[in-house]
């Protein structure tokens, strides 16, 4: 094993055994220091293990240590465990024990300082030991060693709190600092308790911070940034579940992996759709060439199954992987066969995540997943979303199985599973992802390591700011190369990424013969594209007269607007008409979970609707429609627009109008592709969009966002990846890396309404909202218990969380920190829908998206 013959430090050699030293206290019983050390690395040879993770420490030492010697790879290795065995070394502080656990050591000289602080005095230790070892070594290794030395400093001295910045930490040693001070005014909070004399001076620390550059070389210099997350992670997993094992009695054995991919694959297996393909396999595939007059699209399905499988299989080895495909070809079918070949064929892949781009996406595919596995309960139960939305996951059986204690335990493994993702499958979120890539709370940090050795399938990774395109997939190469990630990025608008990257990765485009899809009639002319609305003076009127005579032809009718009001206002005028015999729904950002499933599930079932939305319905949602109007907007949207027409692709004369009632610049700001040159106003992106050669215009985007991130602004690529990346600050990376920029202030308001789900169970808000506060004024609830049981009530308060602008005069009857009840909500509801003008007019405007 990799940490075989490294030297373990021992708590109880460095710590003065005149003092009984502790690290937590629980009903009056003591945990010695040396105890809970040895939980934490009971927990961390535990995750190693389960994870896989000796191999992602070969890799960092392979990448910085490679041409060095031995004994500079063996220290880098004994400062890594010991990183774990240190963290705590700073509760020696005598005012620490007396102010903290109530461990009175007698040193009165301590308590002058009222310092009962911990992390950083540990971290002060930790580099006085290593420095004396290091300072014998050769110039360039004593350089890197240094640097991984104050590295793991920092990951200690942050082990209870958020990232900030590696200058911060250097400042902490100028004067006045917690590090200068001590070293040298509180001295007394360690010279009595620490078995060793501290002879390190803050000065000497400040000339190795001053030694240590960032790398210049950019994977490196990501790389540095990379293990500095990833210790953090495995740090406070390690400290919690050790922790939690003193404090709650609760030992964490399963961190949640695929041990056994053919429990999952062999019930994929089974499905109908999986056996038609291997059938079609067998009989038919690589025996036809042109596919031209194919009129069955399930062939072309088919066959970009097995070709993306194939060309997966000769490329294993690559790290990226890019499925482009049309809308309506299977993508998210292939995605999941995808990753469980990759893990059948990589036995170093132990978990899976799949990453959508909103809610409404996750909870399409987890219902898709729970279809698939519904006679496998095993299954299911290894399977979580994670987002802000869904309950924490509870094994219900398990739960039910157990007695008042036991079931407190399982509360409490339940939101240790949540925060920690010990879960073998995992939905999620880009936000939520690309919080443990960048965020910088501890709540970012936790789940880090368990992204290492996993395969994560990334939709639509496309639709974000494109202005971060070339820091997301240099980030994403340099992720795939140290934690052994193999990323799956698919959509059916795909920018070569590559062309961005500041660090070239091994990647394979799946699909070889894209025109071979894209240009086949099925894909490529199930839908008409018309543009005489576009040059339409009085655009809402002339679209309304247009809509309204097509729903005569008893057609499914899917009208998309970029604004909200217009959306309104365009419903509600043909909701008062009199003559639109059909039925007209409105679906937008406004609308809250049930009403949404209600919507869709009307019209996945109605002959004829006219369905009036926003963007909400673009990316993902399973409707298929005859025809479609739309607000020009972005390209990547007019096709993922395009994609709800004729989804199925069984129809004729399914057509889609353009027109242009609102700018796009409202809502696309600092987008490249919101340029009118590169829109539908100009015939360029009109031949790309119905020829579906995305190349060209992404040729066009790529060069200018290069243009923009080459140039000497704040949006240079590399002068960020140099002085945030390479000198790890964390914070202004993470600000970097937002995916969604969003300065607007709003605020959220509970509308109190009766309501009725999907699935026909009723909820009465005022209800929900009194077991709510309920639940958060009980202090003798258990906290895992209560944490747990929050997040189901959050889970039904959904349905009536509305965001609005800041408003400071609206009325509202009761107020939980930033969340306001108003009761009586039914009253600005007008049929069943929300009359935004009522509720405007009487609290406030909604915010925009």
Known sequence: MYF???????????????????????????EPLEDHIALCIKYFFRIIRCKGLCSIFEKVEEEFFSGFSKEASNLFREMLLNTFVLHDIGKINPYFQKARLGNDLNIKEAESYSN??????????????????????????????????????????????????????????????????????????HEYTYARRISLKASTIIKIFNRINS??????????????????????????????????????????????????????????????????????????????????????????FLDTEKSLENNIDSDIFYLEAPTGSGKSNAATNLSFKLIEKDKSKNKIFYVYPFNTLVEQNITTLEKVFEKEESILNKIAVINSIEPIKVDEKAYRNEDEDGQIEYYKKALLNRQFLNYPMVLTTHVTLFKYFFGISKEDIFPLHQLANSIIVLDEVQSYKNLIWGEIITFLTCYAKLLNIKFIIMSATLPDLNKLTLSMGNTVRLVE?????????????????????????????????????????????????????????????????GEVLCQVELMTGDDNISERDRILEKVKTSEEIILVATQVVEAGVDIDMDIGYKNISLLDSEEQFLGRINRSCKKSGCIVYFFKLDEATTIYREDIRNNKDITLNHEFTRKVLVEKDFDRFYDVVIKRLKNITGGVNRLNIENFFYDEVGKLNFREVDKRMQLISDDRKEISVYLSSDLVKSDGE????????????????????????????????????????????????????????????????????????????????????????
């Open 215 to 304: 790398n210049k070389n950019k994977d490196l210099s990501v790389y540095r940034y990379i293990y500095e997350r990833f210790m953090l992670s495995m740090l406070v997993a390690c400290d919690f579940y050790a922790t939690s094992e003193f404090t709650d009695g609760v030992e964490i054995k399963d961190i949640g992996v695929i041990n056994n991919i053919e429990e999952f694959y062999n019930t994929y297996k089974e499905g109908y759709i999986y056996k038609l393909i291997r059938k079609y396999e067998k009989e038919s595939y690589g025996k036809q060439k042109d596919f031209s007059k194919v009129t069955d699209i399930n062939i072309l399905r088919n066959e970009m």
């Open 4 to 30: 075989d013959n490294v030297t373990t430090l021992k708590i109880e050699e460095l710590t003065n055994s005149k003092y009984s030293i502790y690290a937590h206290i629980k009903n009056e019983c003591n």
């Open 513 to 577: 013969d894209r025109d071979r899809y894209f240009k086949n009639p099925i894909f490529k002319n199930r839908v008409e594209v018309d543009y005489s609305l576009l040059a339409s003076e009085e655009v809402f009127e002339e679209l309304y007269h247009h809509v309204k005579e097509k729903s005569l032809a008893h057609k499914k009718i899917l009208v998309e607007f970029i604004s909200k009001n217009n959306a309104y206002k365009f419903y509600n005028k043909l909701k008062e008409d």
């Open 762 to 849: 009723k909820i009465y808000g005022d209800e929900v909202w009194e077991k709510y506060k309920e639940l958060l004024s009980d202090t003798d609830m258990d906290y895992a218990e209560k944490r747990v049981k929050l997040s189901k009530i959050r889970a039904d308060m959904n349905n009536f969380i509305y965001k609005i602008k800041w408003n400071t005069n609206f009325p509202y009857n009761d107020r939980i920190g930033e969340l306001y009840y108003i009761e009586e909500g039914n009253k600005y509801f007008k049929d069943g829908k929300l009359d935004k003008e009522k509720f405007v007019s009487g609290i406030g405007d909604f915010i925009e998206l």
């Open 116 to 189: 009962s602080h911990h992390s950083m005095l540990s971290s002060v230790i930790y580099m006085d030991h290593y420095f004396s070892i290091i300072k014998d070594f050769k110039r360039e290794e004593r350089d890197l060693l240094l640097d991984f030395m104050t590295m793991n400093a920092y990951v200690i001295s942050r082990h209870h709190g958020q990232l900030n910045s590696f200058e911060e930490f250097k400042e902490k040693f100028k004067e006045d600092g917690e590090g200068e001070k001590l070293l040298d005014s509180q001295k007394r909070l």
